[in-house]
């Protein structure tokens, strides 16, 4: 039995700390539940399990309401944001920010 599914094509561009505690505190029961198979482990990676989801979808309404609030900082807000998740990260160079802000007005 294995408790990581891989999902290649989702979005985390609402990832945060909190998001990621609960789904490291879910990966920490099912491993439990895995190595002990009792009914007490299940029951507690069940409820980290409908906990993460609990999480996970308030910091995507969350995240999407901020971004569907334009006041003239979408860009700054929501693109930078997404684009400085991860490991990876990037510059935007000075005539694609001014591009995207003049786009805003």
Do not use: P
């Amino acid at each position: 039995m294995d408790c990581q599914k891989v999902h290649a094509d989702k979005e985390t561009w609402w990832w945060n700390e909190e998001v990621a505690e609960a789904v490291r505190e879910k990966k920490i029961k099912c491993g439990n539940w895995i190595r002990e198979n009792s009914t007490d482990s299940w029951k507690e990676y069940k409820k980290s399990r409908q906990n993460a989801k609990r999480v996970i979808s308030s910091a995507e309404e969350k995240k999407q309401k901020e971004c569907a609030s334009d006041d003239g900082r979408l860009y700054s807000r929501c693109v930078i944001s997404s684009m400085l998740h991860g490991s990876v990260t990037w510059s935007v160079r000075k005539e694609n920010e001014v591009a995207l802000q003049q786009a805003l007005r």
